[in-house]
């Protein structure tokens, strides 16, 4: 038998724990991702669906890879 979870972590809970980690503002990675501070706020919430190019900009400040992002957005939703 497989484990199949059927939840999700929603990509807002792991970005906050990256910027944590990684002693971020949230101002500052605003700016680093190209949105306004609302914008961030809403994704950090789930309210803002991580786009291809919103995924790319995750992959470079947070790490992983744009589909990683991708995927958990989809997920969550």
Do not use: H, N
């Amino acid at each position: 038998m497989t484990f199949e979870p059927d939840w999700a972590i929603p990509p807002g809970d792991t970005i906050a724990r990256l910027m944590s980690v990684r002693e971020l503002a949230a101002d500052e990675l605003a700016i680093e991702l190209g949105l306004q501070s609302e914008e961030l706020e809403d994704l950090l919430s789930g309210k803002y669906r991580i786009s291809e190019a919103t995924a790319k900009r995750l992959s470079q400040c947070l790490g992983s890879t744009p589909d990683f992002w991708i995927r958990r957005d989809q997920s969550y939703v």
